[in-house]
């Protein structure tokens, strides 16, 4: 997979509103941070407030980092600045971790110069017979303070904006709602589980939003997708909350690749003018066609590429037959039963290389699991074909163990003192200490370091038992307890200098030929797209300070537990047998704390082991419906060129 590029606005669309694309979400909040900067110093300029909208959520953190930046670097000032915010769950605390008050404060208000008077936050606190009035008092804040000047949204995947739920009217004003049990499962990562979510919220009304003059949405990763493509291409409906922002004279949505990849003009380009035809595009074409027809790729026609839009690709190709051929060895040759190569094999169209052999292998793991539900079959098979396999365990994964683990292993300790006759006491006071802390322990209170180390020790084991099992000898398992995870909260530091290093570090001392990443983004609590970068950093660095091994490295990149790869992007494709899915599965099962419910599991309510075999056998029966050979699962990797 090559390097991310900047998308350019075409012509051709079918979108009602501008949209912009960008590379990533860093690019994004740059670029939504400089128009802030820039009407902020026009209104100084002008000696006149400037008056924000803002949001909450995973979407604005890097927006406002970056304005936290400028405002340190490059004497950004606030002093004119007057703020409300579109919404805040009810009830709730306004020092609640999970709090957008608290939210605000910590990635924003606490690190600029803005006067606390301009700061307005809807009051999750206020009583429930108060709130009607609240409401009212909220709306007359915002009149009085001139209108809005720029109000920055986020998009919820049901396509809401603020807490405006789907239903919501065009003339809706600032008023308690009640959730859509959707947006509470998506936003259950915030909290221990969904039972936790509030139920309601205090959210500007759809009408309060189009008042503002100028609008910009911001939307990462592939699961805004299927809303945005819904809020620009298709008619305004309340169904869609974000689609009523079409009939706004001043909107625009900055978007990144993941998040833009439903639009017509990337996901089916040939339908909105004129395109380059590179394999690619062919491949991607092409299977569409065959999976919305449900033919498999060497019974599509002449007629069926006329009917489906692809008239352009016969001329330039001449007819079905050689177009059909063409995609069929691109997937067939993206199926291998050798993830490392096979040996004393000259196979040019082979995903890897043949030499050297046996590989060096590094398998990055974000969690202490990741290894084995994302690339479970394809790490058993590299360690039986004879290569020598490494894991890096990037983080502790401490916060996805429940307080009843804790105990419950700390009464072995203490059990096992006594069966093997140690005689000291510190495991029983360790136990009772723990019992007393969970016993008192409040909604959200942080962890003691004690009881974060004993949960970090429980996922080392786990993991170590793991990889025993594949066959890996404990001098290959390497745990690396990157920084920016150790915060014992959800919200995690940002990619460090240490971070890097520590990755730099294991990559110079293996110097791997074969290296496996997540490249799972969309897992909600961010660790893997982190992690992600700190593996393609330390990359970059160890090429930029000459080490040469580097050139002779491969990196690939795994999907699995939140997600899977576009059957056109997949460059390998690792068939497993039934006896290989379940040697996998039980492979998942040795980690014990992370099955049946474990906290922060995101909006996907089933064990770690159902996604990964659902979405394994559905990529095998996907090949499958394209023509080639039914597997029983398969595990699907991307290589990404650094």
């Given at each position: 997979?090559?390097?991310?590029?900047?998308?350019?606005?075409?012509?051709?669309?079918?979108e009602?509103?501008?949209?912009?694309?960008?590379?990533?979400?860093?690019?994004?909040?740059?670029?939504?941070a400089?128009?802030?900067?820039?009407?902020?110093?026009?209104?100084?300029?002008?000696?006149?407030?400037?008056?924000?909208?803002?949001?909450?959520?995973?979407?604005p953190?890097?927006?406002?980092?970056e304005?936290?930046?400028?405002?340190?670097?490059?004497?950004l000032?606030?002093?004119?600045?007057?703020t409300?915010?579109?919404?805040?769950?009810?009830?709730?605390?306004?020092?609640?971790?999970?709090?957008?008050?608290?939210?605000?404060?910590?990635?924003?208000?606490?690190?600029?110069?803005?006067?606390?008077?301009?700061?307005?936050?809807?009051?999750?606190?206020?009583?429930?017979?108060?709130?009607?009035a609240?409401?009212?008092?909220?709306?007359?804040?915002?009149?009085?303070?001139?209108?809005?000047?720029?109000?920055?949204?986020g998009?919820?995947?049901?396509?809401?904006?603020?807490?405006?739920?789907?239903?919501?009217?065009?003339?809706?004003?600032?008023?308690?709602?009640?959730?859509?049990?959707?947006?509470?499962?998506?936003?259950?990562?915030?909290?221990?589980?969904?039972?936790?979510?509030?139920?309601?919220?205090?959210?500007?009304?759809?009408?309060?939003?189009?008042?503002?003059?100028?609008?910009?949405?911001?939307?990462?990763?592939?699961?805004?997708?299927?809303?945005?493509?819904?809020?620009?291409?298709?008619?305004?409906?309340e169904?869609?909350?974000a689609?009523l922002?079409?009939?706004?004279?001043?909107?625009?949505?900055?978007?990144?690749?993941?998040?833009?990849?439903?639009?017509?003009?990337l996901?089916?380009?040939?339908?909105?003018?004129d395109?380059?035809?590179?394999?690619?595009?062919?491949?991607?074409?092409?299977?569409?066609?065959?999976?919305?027809?449900?033919?498999?790729?060497?019974?599509?026609?002449?007629?069926?590429?006329?009917e489906?839009?692809?008239?352009?690709?016969?001329?330039?190709?001449?007819?079905?037959?050689?177009?059909?051929?063409?995609?069929?060895?691109?997937?067939?040759?993206?199926?291998?039963?050798?993830?490392?190569?096979?040996?004393?094999?000259?196979?040019?169209?082979?995903?890897?290389?043949?030499?050297?052999?046996?590989?060096?292998?590094?398998?990055?793991?974000?969690?202490?699991?990741?290894?084995?539900?994302?690339?479970?079959?394809?790490?058993?098979?590299?360690?039986?074909?004879?290569?020598?396999?490494?894991?890096?365990?990037?983080?502790?994964?401490?916060?996805?163990?429940?307080?009843?683990?804790?105990?419950?292993?700390?009464?072995?300790?203490?059990?096992?003192?006594?069966?093997?006759?140690?005689d000291?006491?510190?495991?029983?006071?360790?136990?009772?200490?723990?019992?007393?802390?969970?016993?008192?322990?409040?909604?959200?209170?942080?962890?003691?370091?004690?009881?974060?180390?004993?949960?970090?020790?429980?996922?080392?084991?786990?993991?170590?038992?793991?990889?025993?099992?594949?066959?890996?000898?404990?001098?290959?398992?390497?745990f690396?307890?990157?920084?920016?995870?150790?915060?014992?909260?959800?919200?995690?530091?940002?990619?460090?200098?240490?971070?890097?290093?520590?990755?730099?570090?294991?990559?110079?001392?293996?110097?791997?030929?074969?290296?496996?990443?997540?490249?799972?983004?969309?897992?909600?609590?961010?660790?893997?797209?982190?992690?992600?970068?700190?593996?393609?950093?330390?990359?970059?660095?160890?090429?930029?300070?000459?080490?040469?091994?580097?050139?002779?490295?491969?990196?690939?990149?795994?999907?699995?537990?939140?997600?899977?790869?576009?059957?056109?992007?997949?460059?390998?494709a690792?068939?497993?047998?039934p006896?290989?899915?379940?040697?996998?599965?039980f492979?998942?099962?040795?980690?014990?704390s992370?099955?049946?419910?474990?906290?922060?599991q995101?909006?996907?309510?089933?064990?770690?082991?159902q996604?990964?075999?659902?979405?394994?056998?559905?990529?095998?029966?996907?090949y499958?419906?394209?023509?080639?050979?039914?597997?029983?699962?398969?595990?699907?990797?991307?290589?990404?060129?650094y």
């Amino acid at each position: 997979m090559p390097k991310s590029q900047t998308a350019k606005q075409s012509l051709d669309t079918l979108e009602k509103v501008e949209v912009q694309i960008v590379p990533d979400l860093k690019a994004g909040s740059l670029a939504i941070a400089k128009t802030i900067a820039g009407l902020i110093r026009q209104k100084q300029k002008l000696k006149q407030k400037c008056v924000l909208g803002l949001a909450t959520g995973s979407s604005p953190k890097t927006l406002y980092a970056e304005l936290v930046r400028m405002h340190k670097e490059e004497k950004l000032s606030f002093k004119n600045v007057v703020t409300f915010n579109l919404d805040e769950y009810y009830p709730i605390s306004k020092e609640a971790i999970q709090s957008y008050n608290r939210f605000m404060q910590t990635h924003l208000f606490d690190h600029v110069d803005i006067n606390p008077k301009n700061i307005h936050i809807p009051d999750g606190e206020v009583k429930k017979e108060d709130v009607k009035a609240a409401c009212t008092a909220y709306e007359q804040l915002i009149d009085k303070a001139g209108g809005i000047d720029l109000q920055i949204l986020g998009i919820g995947n049901n396509g809401h904006i603020g807490f405006n739920e789907p239903g919501s009217g065009i003339h809706t004003k600032t008023r308690l709602i009640n959730l859509d049990n959707s947006t509470r499962i998506a936003n259950s990562y915030e909290f221990a589980n969904i039972s936790e979510v509030p139920r309601m919220a205090i959210t500007m009304g759809i009408s309060t939003i189009l008042k503002s003059k100028q609008i910009i949405l911001m939307a990462w990763g592939a699961g805004k997708a299927k809303a945005v493509k819904a809020a620009v291409e298709e008619d305004e409906t309340e169904h869609v909350p974000a689609s009523l922002l079409q009939g706004h004279p001043n909107v625009t949505f900055i978007v990144d690749e993941p998040a833009a990849s439903e639009l017509t003009r990337l996901k089916s380009p040939w339908l909105t003018g004129d395109v380059e035809w590179t394999p690619r595009l062919i491949k991607k074409a092409v299977v569409h066609m065959a999976l919305q027809l449900k033919k498999p790729v060497l019974s599509l026609t002449n007629e069926d590429y006329n009917e489906y839009g692809l008239s352009d690709l016969l001329v330039e190709k001449g007819n079905a037959y050689e177009i059909n051929l063409e995609v069929y060895y691109m997937l067939r040759d993206s199926i291998t039963g050798w993830p490392g190569g096979k040996p004393n094999a000259v196979i040019p169209s082979h995903p890897e290389r043949s030499v050297p052999y046996p590989k060096r292998v590094l398998i990055f793991s974000p969690h202490p699991d990741d290894d084995i539900i994302s690339m479970g079959g394809t790490f058993q098979r590299l360690h039986d074909q004879g290569h020598d396999v490494h894991v890096g365990y990037q983080t502790s994964g401490n916060i996805a163990v429940t307080d009843e683990f804790v105990t419950r292993f700390l009464d072995f300790a203490v059990g096992f003192n006594t069966i093997a006759k140690i005689d000291s006491d510190k495991p029983a006071k360790i136990l009772a200490q723990t019992r007393k802390y969970v016993a008192g322990k409040k909604p959200n209170q942080i962890d003691t370091p004690t009881i974060r180390e004993i949960k970090g020790l429980i996922r080392r084991g786990e993991a170590s038992a793991t990889c025993r099992y594949v066959g890996i000898p404990d001098s290959n398992i390497h745990f690396m307890n990157l920084p920016f995870y150790e915060t014992g909260t959800i919200e995690k530091k940002p990619l460090g200098e240490k971070d890097v290093r520590i990755t730099m570090e294991l990559l110079r001392e293996l110097k791997p030929h074969q290296i496996y990443c997540a490249g799972d983004f969309a897992d909600p609590h961010g660790t893997h797209l982190v992690c992600f970068n700190a593996v393609v950093a330390a990359l970059q660095r160890l090429r930029e300070e000459g080490d040469e091994w580097i050139n002779d490295c491969w990196l690939w990149l795994y999907k699995g537990a939140w997600q899977e790869w576009n059957i056109e992007d997949i460059e390998m494709a690792i068939p497993m047998s039934p006896e290989q899915v379940l040697k996998k599965r039980f492979g998942i099962f040795i980690h014990q704390s992370q099955k049946d419910m474990v906290p922060f599991q995101g909006s996907d309510n089933r064990e770690f082991w159902q996604r990964a075999e659902e979405r394994n056998a559905n990529t095998a029966g996907i090949y499958a419906d394209l023509g080639l050979t039914h597997y029983a699962a398969m595990e699907a990797f991307v290589r990404w060129h650094y």
